[in-house]
T-cell receptor, first 113, second 113 residues
Framework: GAVVSQHPSWVICKSGTSVKIECRSL??????MFWYRQFPKQSLMLMAT?????????EQGVEKDKFLINHASLTLSTLTVTSAHPEDSSFYIC?????????FGPGTRLLVL | GDSVTQMEGPVTLSEEAFLTINCTYT??????LFWYVQYPGEGLQLLLK?????DKGSNKGFEATYRKETTSFHLEKGSVQVSDSAVYFC????????????FGKGTKLTVNP
């Protein structure tokens, strides 16, 4: 149980375009979910916390107009990187809040050229 | 703010060797502590947790003890297997684990036959 999918797993895009990353919980429902970002040899950094039906809460230093979060339902959330630039290249991971732990997706690697 | 420091990798061991991955933390309150494991191509999975001082978390032969006096939560396994090859993340949460997590940088473990 507690399977989370992310799509796409890999994306390469041109600078200035927007990229949408989808995160689904396949066999459970959760109200709260999280988006993380991971740079090479760095820890996962929380970008934002999102509750279904509410606006996301962004961590300090994360641009909410650049990283748009749509928490559509108890099983689906999307992260859109708008007007992507090379510095947005990273590994993005979603996590759903369970009772005692979070359940994570396998991650999406974004490369902006 | 809260932070987690874990030993730099990568760590390479032979099968049946003893494993220790060090983790220390800084937190203002009394956090819950976690070890997550990420196998190749998969999302992070909870390996074990401890919610108060002197608690020992254990799972799949791995153990870690919550040491408040040394602010540590070192991961140990007496005899590693090739299937233990993965990236291990130490993390803390002030809110029980289903909420915001602060991660260490991760330690990549490779076990050779």
């Amino acid at each position: 149980g507690a399977v989370v999918s992310q799509h796409p797993s890999w994306v390469i895009c041109k600078s200035g375009t927007s990229v949408k990353i989808e995160c689904r919980s396949l066999d459970f429902q959760a109200t709260t979910m999280f988006w993380y970002r991971q740079f090479p040899k760095q820890s996962l950094m929380l970008m934002a916390t999102s509750n279904e039906g509410s606006k996301a809460t962004y961590e300090q230093g994360v641009e909410k107009d650049k990283f748009l979060i749509n928490h559509a339902s108890l099983t689906l959330s999307t992260l859109t990187v708008t007007s992507a630039h090379p510095e947005d290249s990273s590994f993005y991971i979603c996590g759903w809040g369970g009772r005692e732990t979070q359940y994570f997706g396998p991650g999406t690697r974004l490369l902006v050229l | 703010g809260d932070s987690v420091t874990q030993m730099e990798g990568p760590v390479t061991l032979s099968e049946e060797a003893f494993l220790t991955i060090n983790c220390t933390y800084t937190a203002t309150g009394y956090p819950s502590l976690f070890w997550y494991v990420q196998y190749p191509g998969e999302g992070l999975q909870l390996l074990l947790k401890a919610t108060k001082a002197d608690d020992k978390g254990s799972n799949k032969g791995f153990e870690a003890t919550y040491r408040k006096e040394t602010t540590s939560f070192h991961l140990e396994k007496g005899s590693v297997q090739v299937s233990d090859s993965a990236v291990y993340f130490c993390a803390l949460s002030d809110q029980g684990g289903s909420e915001k997590l602060v991660f260490g940088k991760g330690t990549k473990l490779t076990v050779n036959p």
